[in-house]
T-cell receptor
Framework: NAGVMQNPRHLVRRRGQEARLRCSPMKGHSHVYWYRQLPEEGLKFMVYLQKENIIDESGMPKERFSAEFPKEGPSILRIQQVVRGDSAAYFC?????????????FGPGTRLTVT | SQQGEEDPQALSIQEGENATMNCSYKTSINNLQWYRQNSGRGLVHLILIRSNEREKHSGRLRVTLDTSKKSSSLLITASRAADTASYFCATYAGGTSYGKLTFGQGTILTVHP
């Protein structure tokens, strides 16, 4: 059973470009979380999705950021018109669909560098 | 308010010694979890303790929770060089059917062989 997969592992974008980060949850997991980690800081919750639904996006910046988890395929975190402040590690985590399952399984992260 | 602050920020010990890390939080919680992050890698879940539990063990790990003081500690006994990593506490406040976690800033543990 493969773990949570994220790609790319490293992504370099120039200011103004778009960044697309992908996350494939563990097999059988239908809940996906995205977190952002700035250098030398803890992880900050961004968004929680179930298949085809955004459940909680309270941690997501209102502009330029969007997330989706389609019926088929990976979850995508999309950052439009990136700025230097978007440079960070972005982690995806998944959990099983059962209620009360609060343990999360993390992917290796995508390190975004904006030049 | 900031939830989940770890103390110390960095800890350096010799192999074989015990390492203790503390976490404080501000709001009521449903459970508290500890995660490990090796340099440049994702987080690995270590242990979860519920608000009605006071202590939990897993191998060389011992976690305590004091809800009256809103604090938790993680003890790693007989540390090994492989324990070198950052350790984060994360709290789940409840109120949702999903595990929306709030992470602290972490403790960087270095274990010297």
């Amino acid at each position: 059973n493969a773990g949570v997969m994220q790609n790319p592992r490293h992504l370099v974008r120039r200011r103004g470009q778009e960044a697309r980060l992908r996350c494939s949850p563990m097999k059988g997991h239908s809940h996906v979380y995205w977190y952002r980690q700035l250098p030398e800081e803890g992880l900050k919750f961004m968004v929680y999705l179930q298949k085809e639904n955004i459940i909680d996006e309270s941690g997501m910046p209102k502009e330029r950021f969007s997330a989706e988890f389609p019926k088929e395929g990976p979850s995508i975190l999309r950052i439009q018109q990136v700025v230097r402040g978007d440079s960070a590690a972005y982690f995806c985590a998944s959990s099983p669909p059962s209620l009360g399952s609060y343990e999360q399984y993390f992917g290796p992260g995508t390190r975004l560098t904006v030049t | 308010s900031q939830q989940g602050e770890e103390d110390p920020q960095a800890l350096s010990i010799q192999e074989g010694e015990n390492a203790t890390m503390n976490c404080s939080y501000k709001t009521s919680i449903n459970n508290l979890q500890w995660y490990r992050q090796n340099s440049g890698r994702g987080l690995v879940h270590l242990i979860l303790i519920r608000s009605n539990e006071r202590e939990k063990h897993s191998g060389r790990l011992r976690v305590t929770l004091d809800t009256s003081k809103k604090s938790s500690s993680l003890l790693i006994t007989a540390s090994r060089a492989a324990d070198t990593a950052s350790y984060f506490c994360a709290t789940y406040a409840g109120g949702t059917s999903y595990g929306k976690l709030t992470f602290g800033q972490g403790t960087i543990l270095t274990v010297h062989p």
